[in-house]
C-alpha cells in the first residue's frame, strides 16, 4: 500500500501537522464509511422492513439508513435488483400505485421472515457492528486530539498524548488476540 504520509511522521511538524494527520485519517476512510453491507444483509433487511408495511424502492433506501443511524445506505443499483430477485422468488410481490411499484410481502415471504431469528441487519451496524464505525471512531477521535492541540495547556496536551498511547497499545492488542 502507498504511504502518503510524511516521512519523519507528524509529530515533527507541530499542530499543522496533526491538522494534517487528522485530514489525511478522515478522507481515507469517509468515501467508504459504510455504504456497503455483508452478502446476505440487504435481503435480509427488504424482508424485514416489508414485513412491517409496504414499500417502493426508495423507502427502503431511506429505512434502511434511517435505522442504521446513517452507516449503511444501500444504493438504487443494489435495491432494486434484490426485489426483483425476491420478486423472481416469490417472496414479494409488487403493485404499481401513483406511478411506483409499491413492494409487499407473499404468503412465501412471510413465511421466510418468520424463519429467521436473527437480528436486522442494521442493528449491528447502528450499534457499531460494521466497519464503518471503525473509521468513524477514528475520526472522531482524531478531532478529539486536534481540539487538545489548539486548546489545551502543555500539561494537558501531555495527557492527551498518554490517552492515545495507550489506545494504540490497546488496539493492538486486540490484533494479538487469538
Given at each position: ?6 516521512a ?17 485519517f ?9 455504504t ?11 424482508l424485514s ?17 434511517e ?8 444504493s ?11 420478486a423472481d422468488?416469490?417472496f ?6 401513483n ?24 442493528e ?32 494537558q496536551?501531555q ?18 488476540q487469538?
Open positions: 500500500m502507498n504511504n502518503s504520509f510524511p519523519g511522521g507528524f509529530m515533527g511538524n507541530g499542530f499543522d501537522g496533526m491538522l494534517q494527520a487528522v485530514e489525511e478522515r478522507t481515507r476512510f469517509e468515501k467508504r464509511s459504510g456497503r453491507a455483508g452478502r446476505g444483509e440487504l435481503r435480509s433487511a427488504v422492513l416489508l414485513a412491517e408495511r409496504p414499500m417502493h424502492g426508495y423507502q427502503i433506501i431511506r429505512e434502511i439508513e435505522r442504521s443511524s446513517g452507516s449503511w445506505k444501500p438504487a443499483g443494489s435495491v432494486y435488483p434484490t426485489l426483483q430477485l425476491l422468488e416469490g414479494i410481490s409488487a403493485e404499481e400505485s406511478g411506483r411499484k409499491i413492494y409487499s410481502l407473499t404468503e412465501a415471504g412471510r413465511e421466510e421472515v418468520a424463519g429467521t431469528e436473527s437480528a436486522a441487519p442494521w449491528s451496524a447502528a450499534a457499531g457492528g460494521g466497519f464503518a464505525a471503525l473509521p468513524k471512531a477514528g475520526v472522531e477521535l482524531a478531532q478529539a486530539a486536534a481540539q487538545v492541540g489548539r486548546s489545551g495547556n502543555q500539561k496536551v495527557e492527551a498524548v498518554a490517552v492515545l498511547d495507550e489506545a494504540r497499545r490497546r488496539l493492538y492488542s486486540i490484533l494479538a487469538d
